[in-house]
């Protein structure tokens, strides 16, 4: 259970007074497969949470299909769980009130529902803190009941927002190790929305790299490392290279201040430069992500695909 297929979709949002239509995805079709781990990665404002948005059903694609198990998305399900950057916690229930709301829309009787709390308690590392109240938890701690709360109701499918986000540097770390150790443990077919190259790269077996908007796929790419993917890895650099080479591919790396900047018209070095400083500060802990694409190389691609070959030898 868990296959997902998103067959040619676009997403048109309507204008309103003052505003025309917005195209936020142009012909995006990818398949995860079942307990796969896909990470959907691109430049903000691309459509990574419009997409997130049309496979958990809570918008529907102007054009194209998604179907999970065969069976067209509609409206939100059960089956697809999702977890969102602010955690959305339910703030008057505590760990064990949020873990165990959906349960209790399931019908299963209490001793089942105190036994499947108990359990991913546990599987979040909270044992102990049930009875507190979101207000009284770290930023980490909140989104481990986030990622309790989705697993408890078992969906065959995880979709995840940006959830660590708003986590510093460590912690953020520190939760993209814990969210790989459960999906050892739990399998799940799991899709994560990212700007970070390095989250991408660490935690997920395929990166659908989308274009700038209007989103469409770059290219999709395996991840093809030994589990955990460690950064120290040659094929994990090589990897950060070609996808940072894929980002920025047409956008100047070294161009001086164009001479319209302050002026009307915009080059792609202005969009670059505006774009890094309008970043949060987020991913330089973490070692780099987009902000570190300062250090792109501007080789040819099929230099990188041959890099990547020539260090994982052959298969
Ligand atoms: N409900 C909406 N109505 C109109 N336009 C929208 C709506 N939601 C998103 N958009 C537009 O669609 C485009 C894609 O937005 P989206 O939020 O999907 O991008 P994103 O890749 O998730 O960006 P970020 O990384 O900054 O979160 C943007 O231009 C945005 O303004
Ligand atoms: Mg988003």
Not at 202 to 211: F, H
Request: hydrophobic residues 40%; neutral net charge.
């Amino acid at each position: 259970m868990g296959t997902l297929v998103v067959d040619g979709v676009g997403k048109v949002y309507p204008g309103d007074a003052g505003h025309g239509p917005t195209a936020a995805l142009d012909g995006v079709s990818f398949r995860v497969g079942e307990n796969e781990f896909c990470a959907l990665l691109g430049h903000s404002g691309c459509g990574k949470t419009t997409l997130l948005n049309l496979v958990a059903g809570f918008e529907q694609p102007t054009t194209g299909r998604i179907t999970l198990d065969g069976e067209p998305v509609g409206r939100p399900g059960r089956e697809r769980a999702v977890i969102f950057q602010d955690y959305a916690l339910f703030p008057w229930l505590t760990v064990h009130g949020n873990i165990g709301f959906g349960l209790r829309t399931k019908g299963l009787p209490a001793a089942e529902r105190e036994r499947i709390v108990t359990q991913h308690v546990a599987l979040v590392g909270l044992t102990g803190f049930e009875r507190r109240y979101p207000h009284q938890l770290s930023g980490g701690m909140r989104q481990r009941v986030a990622i309790a709360r989705a697993l408890a109701v078992d969906p065959s499918l995880l979709l995840l927002d940006e959830p660590f986000a708003a986590l510093d540097a460590q912690n953020r770390h520190l939760m993209q190790d814990e969210l790989a150790r459960i999906w050892a443990l739990e399998t799940k077919t799991m899709v994560l929305v990212t700007h970070s190259i390095e989250e991408a790269i660490r935690l997920a077996d395929r990166i659908v790299v989308l274009s700038r908007r209007p989103g469409r796929v770059k290219e999709d790419i395996r991840v093809d490392l030994p589990r955990p993917h460690h950064e120290d890895d040659p094929g994990y650099i090589a990897l950060r290279r070609h996808i940072r080479a894929l980002l920025w591919d047409g956008v100047p790396q070294t161009k001086p201040a164009a001479e319209g900047h302050g002026g009307k018209t915009s080059t792609p070095g202005d969009e670059r430069r505006a774009w890094e400083r309008l970043q949060p500060r987020r991913d330089i802990g973490s070692g780099g992500g987009l902000v570190a694409a300062e250090a792109a190389p501007t080789g040819s691609r099929s230099d990188v695909h041959g890099e990547v070959r020539a260090l994982r030898g052959p298969r």
